[in-house]
């Protein structure tokens, strides 16, 4: 079970992570996790295109190493990236060095430069927080698309994805196989949605 809503109590335990962007304006903040994958990242890159919309993708350095030509290719259509781990490790499941060296190891295979990271399944040690650089951000969500979990229904994805959005909103999707059918599904609609109402969709900005 998850939330589709990163609760204000959450955020409170946790003050330091960035979890949404305070915005007068309509904008949102979409993101992937998990790329890049062949044919998945270039479906959301694709339909970014069609909308105009910029993004930012948290990848898996290994997945750089195996698919540099997708990747090169997100770079090129200007959008933002940051750093998922090498091995897309489990910050509890961890110790704080071998995770700190992950994190150290997909900086490498990204080859530029970015302060922007994001804890594989939102898990991460208070200490191996601690233990990263002070310019690091950590970054979480406002809105989880749940685009990943067999138990919720391409609907379900986009309708929740819509009902918790709001101005400043970090959106989290997935380009990943795992997640492909709903998030192929909700993507779309939901980019159409809100730019219908009025929004644009950013990357995030270099904290």
């Known amino acids: ?68 030509a997708v990747y090169q290719k997100l770079l090129s259509e200007g959008h933002s990236v940051g750093n998922h781990t090498f091995n897309h490790l489990n910050g509890w499941q961890s110790e704080n060095d071998a995770y700190l060296n992950n994190i150290a190891l997909c900086d490498q295979q990204l080859g530029v430069e970015t302060n922007l990271f994001r804890p594989p399944y939102g898990r991460i040690k208070r200490s191996q927080a601690r233990s990263m650089s002070a310019d690091r951000k950590i970054v979480m969500w406002d809105v989880l698309s749940g685009d990943f979990s067999p138990n919720v229904s391409q609907k379900t994805c986009l309708e929740k994805s819509i009902k918790h959005t709001k101005p400043g909103s970090i959106i989290l999707f997935h380009d990943s196989l795992k997640a492909a059918k709903n998030m192929q599904y909700a993507l779309p609609r939901y980019l159409e949605h809100f730019i219908r109402e009025g929004y644009s969709f950013d990357a995030l900005p270099m904290f």
Request: glycine share 2%; hydrophobic share 40%.
């Open 1 to 68: 079970m998850f939330l589709h809503y990163s609760p204000f109590w959450l955020k409170a335990i946790y003050p330091r992570y960035i979890w949404h962007i305070p915005a007068s304006e309509k904008k949102i903040y979409l993101t992937f996790d998990d790329g890049p994958i062949p044919e998945i990242t270039e479906y959301v890159l694709e339909q970014l295109r069609d909308f105009k919309a910029q993004a930012t993708f948290f990848c898996i350095g290994d997945n750089v190493r195996k698919h540099p």
